[in-house]
């Protein structure tokens, strides 16, 4: 069985005329299709933090810095920077048979453009110190 999630978004240029519309698409659409939307999502909200973790982690011979936010249904978003300056959007969720599925897709020149400076500069010396840290949220957005 598939994972799916519901959109809702909004026809119309005026409100009393604007119908909503439900979009159907998998977990790997959302992520394919809204990454920009995603990566504003995971700003807003640690911008809002009163202190935000990013940190730093390594599977094999892979290294990497990573902020990530939580919703209430245990999915995870996150962005990543790898070695080289490598962005990417990782997506970690349960399934219908409660096992964790996860979708990692690299990021364009345009969607690291929505990661504040700031924060970019912070995931930067968190993976190259290879130590994390912990930081008031407001600073990330400069």
């Known amino acids: 069985m598939r994972d799916l999630r519901l959109m809702a978004e909004i026809t119309g240029s005026d409100l009393p005329s604007a119908k909503l519309k439900i979009i159907q698409m998998t977990y790997e659409e959302l992520v394919r299709d809204h990454a920009g939307e995603m990566i504003e999502k995971l700003v807003t909200d ?5 202190a935000v973790e990013i940190r730093f982690d390594f599977e094999d011979n892979e290294q990497w810095s990573v902020i990530c936010i939580f919703d209430e ?6 962005v990543r920077l790898y070695v080289n300056n490598q962005y990417a959007l990782y ?3 349960y399934n ?5 599925s996860e979708i990692t897709q690299k990021l364009t020149t345009e969607e690291i453009k929505i990661i504040p ?4 500069k912070l995931m930067t010396k968190v993976l190259t110190d290879e130590r ?5 949220g407001h600073l990330l957005s400069k």
């Open 91 to 93: 997506f970690g969720y």
């Open 46 to 50: 640690v911008i809002s933090k009163e």
């Open 132 to 136: 994390g840290m912990r930081i008031p």
């Open 96 to 100: 219908d048979q409660d096992e964790f």
């Open 73 to 78: 249904e245990d999915k995870e978003i996150s």
């Open 117 to 120: 400076k700031a924060l970019q």
